[in-house]
């Protein structure tokens, strides 16, 4: 039975899903050993700001335990197999979600077999945090088909990707297709590469995550989407509904059928540098939720306590701390204080946007500095970010979505505090800001998967006496870096686009500064820098910029009032578009 099974699998050679037919499930053969199976310490139990690291105490699983009752796997037994005694035939057939599910060991899908040549199969891996491949189909020893999971609750969403190679040869050309992508463009056909790190390089040269791969195409292939899958979120949906009395109430998995009816592959080549080498391929650099914490608790020192304080905006649907960063000059009279305006910003409502995290990392490590202009913003005002929105998504290695399966940049009016609790504690905080001090400024980060630069979304502002001045921060931001463009900027208000925070923000709280910052996952095409892919580096420079740019908004008149008659000058009757799309 198990050889019948590996002839009509003999393709498939990584499944992050399904039970690998690899194994022959006797005691000594488990592929998963559900002894081996720990959960999350409960709520009361967990290091702050850690909630997602359950390795230091072994807990054992509790499928009623938070956040795992939102699994509704109904065919799922934590029952342990008594020693010596087979697993079940039909345990590989059990299906359901595996949601936030930790094991202390985790064996490869695939077994590389005993050949006289050695097995040359790639060893493919996923399970851990932010990777989100779904399946691997070998078609050579040196050609792979690769499917992405769909985000959590979804039939689509699939652009990034994240994931391990293991058994690779040196010198040899490997050919890695990802087939199940939906949008009909992107980064990749002007130019873009995969992210790549070797473990040996690192190891050998220092060299961490590059650029590389060739002979790559973005294209649309001949696979149809299927019609629908509302199974995925089925379980979340329904286990939600009957404990929410919200108005909100999702109706069904979000649908990515705006795209058209076929999906779009990524195929690229690469050359692996060594044998035996571990390699991490991705499509941009990733910033997990646990890089995320370590950054805040190193900037959240004793140190710098008089400058930044660490506050939990909310609890996100899985139970993990959404933080928010409060920035000023905590010495200044409290008086003094009172009076600050402030600036609310935040990031990765997007969890695959991962560069979105490196601009804002870059922008909270200018506001705690010692630079002259970031004492000058701390001592004028009061900022508030939420560097990361959507944690949960950021975990399972979703592109667009939360647990909900709906993208919360799109739950912005009246948003639940059951099915969308970050969207509406973020308003909630906004809105009680409000009754302490106006709010000069609100920008959300993003990645943009086809443009170029770093560039702004604004809202064009109707009114005679405000015309044009939405335009101001943005020109003022491209004649401080080349690595921004102003003519890539939008400032239409289109009615796709009312539930989005810039637009709700705008709307809600009057707001003539109300943006969305996009940053390429490409790089620039103008400038010093044109042609060159975005690092790290680069991208913690536009946030640095960002911020000094404001202080020439607040601080330099002069330049605002030559901006603002240049702009008044382009455009008389204002108008939403500096570009001529968006």
């Not at 699998?9 to 006797?26: F, G, R």
């Not at 009361?44 to 499928?63: A, C, D, L, T, V």
């Not at 540098?273 to 991490?280: M, R």
């Not at 401080?480 to 239409?492: L, P, Q």
């Amino acid at each position: 039975m198990q050889s019948e099974q590996i002839n009509r699998y003999s393709s498939v050679v990584y499944d992050s899903v399904e039970m690998s037919a690899y194994y022959d499930n006797s005691i000594n053969d488990l592929y998963i050993d559900e002894r081996e199976l720990i959960e999350l310490p409960a709520p009361h139990q967990q290091g702050e700001g850690q909630i997602n690291e359950p390795y230091q105490k072994r807990y054992y699983f509790n499928p009623m335990n938070l956040p795992y009752n939102l699994e509704q796997s109904q065919n799922y037994s934590a029952k342990q197999i008594p020693v010596g005694e087979k697993a079940s035939g039909s345990m590989g057939d059990k299906k359901g979600p595996r949601l936030n599910r930790y094991y202390e060991t985790l064996k490869p899908y695939y077994k590389l077999k005993d050949l006289p040549d050695g097995d040359k199969t790639l060893v493919f891996e996923s399970r851990f945090e932010s990777a989100n491949l779904r399946k691997a189909v070998k078609i050579s020893d040196y050609e792979y088909d690769l499917y992405l999971k769909n985000d959590y609750g979804t039939n689509g969403f699939t652009q990034w990707y994240f994931f391990r190679v293991q058994n690779t040869r040196k010198d040899k050309v490997y050919r890695f297709n990802i087939v199940n992508l939906m949008k009909p463009d992107s980064n990749y056909n002007q130019g873009m590469k995969p992210l790549i790190y070797s473990v040996k390089e690192a190891e050998l040269n220092k060299v961490g995550w590059s650029r590389d791969g060739f002979n790559i195409a973005y294209y649309q292939s001949a696979r149809k989407k299927r019609a629908g899958n509302a199974a995925g979120s089925a379980g979340v949906l329904g286990s939600l509904a009957s404990a929410s009395t919200a108005s909100s109430m999702p109706t069904g998995p979000a649908n990515c059928s705006g795209y058209g009816p076929l999906y779009y592959a990524l195929s690229f080549e690469i050359t692996f540098a060594h044998d035996d080498d571990t390699v991490f391929l991705a499509h941009c650099y990733p910033f997990t939720y646990s890089d995320q914490c370590e950054f805040i608790r190193k900037v959240c020192t004793f140190q710098n306590k008089d400058k930044i304080r660490k506050t939990v905006l909310c609890k996100s649907l899985a139970g993990n701390d959404v933080d928010m960063l409060i920035v000023t000059n905590f010495l200044s009279d409290p008086v003094d204080i009172a009076v600050r305006k402030s600036i609310i910003l935040s990031s990765r409502v997007h969890p695959g946007e991962s560069n979105a995290s490196f601009v804002m990392n870059g922008v909270i490590d200018f506001l705690v500095s010692d630079d002259d202009q970031a004492q000058f913003l701390r001592n004028t005002f009061v900022f508030k970010v939420v560097p990361m929105l959507n944690p949960d998504g950021v975990i399972v290695g979703n592109y667009r979505c939360s647990l909900m399966g709906q993208d919360l940049n799109r739950q912005w009016i009246g948003s639940s505090s059951k099915f969308y609790p970050i969207n509406y504690h973020t308003k909630l905080m906004m809105k009680r800001t409000l009754e302490s001090r106006d709010i000069f400024f609100f920008c959300d980060f993003h990645g943009h998967s086809t443009g170029r630069n770093v560039f702004m979304f604004g809202n064009n502002q109707t009114k005679p006496q405000e015309r044009n001045k939405e335009k101001i921060f943005p020109l003022l931001f491209s004649e401080n870096v080349d690595m921004f463009g102003f003519e890539d900027c939008s400032f239409a208000v289109q009615k796709s686009r009312d539930s989005t925070a810039r637009i709700v923000m705008w709307r809600e709280f009057q707001l003539v500064n109300s943006f969305t910052l996009e940053a390429s996952f490409l790089g620039p095409n103008k400038g010093v820098h044109a042609g060159l892919h975005f690092n790290p580096t680069m991208l913690q420079i536009m946030g640095r910029v960002f911020c000094k740019t404001l202080v020439d908004y607040v601080d330099n008149q002069e330049r605002v009032n030559r901006v603002f008659a240049e702009l008044k000058n382009r455009f008389p009757q204002g108008g939403g578009c500096v570009r001529a799309s968006n």
